[in-house]
């Protein structure tokens, strides 16, 4: 059975997969060509044709610093030629029925992708069920050559519901309200009956409406709900689907998730997870239908779950104003001594890192003048020895959870064994303020109280 995507992945969800193997190495980068790993293509519909899939090829490099000249992508489609139509982009020039070759612009230095093409393919009126194959790629570009790539396709039979990419939204003002609109679309060859729907909205966020065809389930870092849509979707329909939310006074970094599944009873326990949920008092959340086609029988299994989940980021224009306290330990030669290292969050916002899962803050301190750190949390903080040719001392990161609630706090305890008594003997406990993945300057109006100290004697 096909793994259900429906909980609310805090930690992002990846939609497409890098070709297997190794890049070969050309100066000091490498090419990658980023490609789906699969796809299904549906049968025709009942009374209609065979919906497209598309496949979106980009190619890649590591190394940013680096300019990379225009290349070219070979695409090989001879295994699924005997049971699926191609349609090639401009770009791209065939050398024979199976084969063709795409032209992509170069990438400037500070960019790291581009579009090399966009294929469409269609299951042809006679493919069978167990038909299946690959689409092969290889790419150059000036002396970087990418290891090749490829992508499964097969054929299918059964509904496939996706839902559109609703654009992301920044700059927010708290206390006000937006909406998140996007189109719930069949593009299979089956209707489904019922539509199970799943939503995260994080924690700066509010549902304005609890809907009494859902059940809902608060949580650290948001509110999840689960919710049963009776309309039926037939091959060809599309649906607007519109949540309306609250910014909250404590948004900063927020995002929306919603997924959608055929629906079955084993689904929704399968979504529940054991958790106790709540159901909704108000009106019944309903689609819209935006266009229509033939009715068509029913499936069960969704053919491609690419498509089911989707997030949205929301960023409002708040602030966090982190402070960081240390602590004054004493004690006396050979003492092992416990020294605390708070990070607190002033709000009004609550930080979070929803996507790229990094810490809220990380504090870099070194052992005090005449002490040897002996003991910290293994799980939270790593050590940094200096190199052999530079005698020195270690230097500690310590890192907070990836949110931390207004008005919250987390702390560390560093073990410190006294070997020499220096009256008054003091680190700095700091904050690394740029962190490419969430970088504190950029919401935190204050960055003198990230700045602390840990004192012995």
């Known amino acids: 059975m096909k793994r259900r995507l429906l ?8 939609l497409t997969a890098v070709g297997a193997g190794q890049p070969v190495h050309a100066a000091s ?26 496949l979106d090829v980009r190619v890649t490099h590591d190394n940013t610093e680096n300019s990379v000249a225009a290349g070219q992508l070979a695409v090989d489609v001879s295994e699924i030629a005997p049971f699926a139509q191609v349609s090639w982009p401009t770009n791209c020039v065939p050398e024979s029925a199976v084969r063709a070759v795409c032209d992509f612009a ?34 150059v570009a ?26 992301d939204q920044h700059g927010l003002r708290p206390g006000t309200d937006t909406r998140v609109r996007a189109t719930l679309a069949n593009n299979g060859s089956r209707a489904v009956d019922r539509t ?70 084993a689904a929704l326990e399968e979504a529940r997870g054991g958790e106790t949920w709540t159901p909704g008092t ?59 290292v708070t990070v607190h969050n002033r709000g009004p916002a609550w930080v979070a890192s929803l996507g ?43 890192r907070t959870p990836i949110y931390l609630h207004d008005k919250a706090s987390h702390s560390f305890e560093v073990r410190l064994r006294i070997d020499e008594v220096v009256r008054g003997a003091r680190t700095t406990v700091e904050t690394l303020n740029d962190d490419p993945e969430l970088s504190i300057r950029k919401f935190d109006p204050n960055l003198r109280n990230n700045r602390a100290w840990i004192v012995v004697n």
């Open 7 to 14: 909980a609310a992945a805090l930690a992002g969800c990846a």
């Open 29 to 54: 980068d490498q090419l990658w060509i980023s490609v789906p790993s699969e796809t299904v293509l549906p049968v025709a519909a009942a009374g209609g044709g065979a919906s497209e899939r598309t």
């Open 106 to 139: 170069g990438m400037p230095a500070g960019t790291d992708s581009t579009a090399a093409a966009l294929l469409g393919l269609r299951a042809l009126p006679d493919a069978g069920l167990d038909a299946s194959g690959y689409v092969r790629y290889s790419a």
């Open 142 to 167: 000036g002396e970087l050559t990418a290891y090749p790539a490829e992508t499964r396709v097969t054929v299918g039979d059964g509904p496939d519901l996706g839902l559109s990419q609703a654009a």
């Open 196 to 265: 199970l729907l799943s939503v995260y909205a994080s924690y700066g966020l509010r549902l304005k409406e609890r809907n009494s065809n859902c059940e809902y389930r608060d949580h650290a870092t948001g509110t999840s709900a689960l919710c049963v849509l009776d309309e039926a979707v037939a091959p060809g329909e599309r649906y607007e689907l519109t949540s309306a939310l609250r910014v909250g006074r404590k948004a900063l970094y927020e995002r929306f998730d919603h997924s959608v599944l055929p629906y079955s009873d």
């Open 282 to 340: 108000g009106p019944e959340l309903d689609l819209r239908p935006v266009a229509a086609s033939q009715r068509a029988a029913v499936g069960e299994e969704d053919l491609d779950l690419s498509d089911n989940y989707r997030a949205v980021i929301l960023d409002a224009r708040n602030t966090a104003d982190l402070k960081v306290t240390g602590s004054k330990v004493r004690g006396s030669v050979g003492d092992t001594v416990t020294a605390r």
């Open 356 to 398: 790229a899962g990094a810490a809220v803050a990380t504090v870099r301190f070194q052992a005090p003048q005449g002490t040897t750190v002996v003991g910290w949390p293994q799980e939270e903080c790593g050590e940094e020895l200096p190199p052999e040719e530079e005698p020195g001392v270690a230097t500690y990161f310590c």
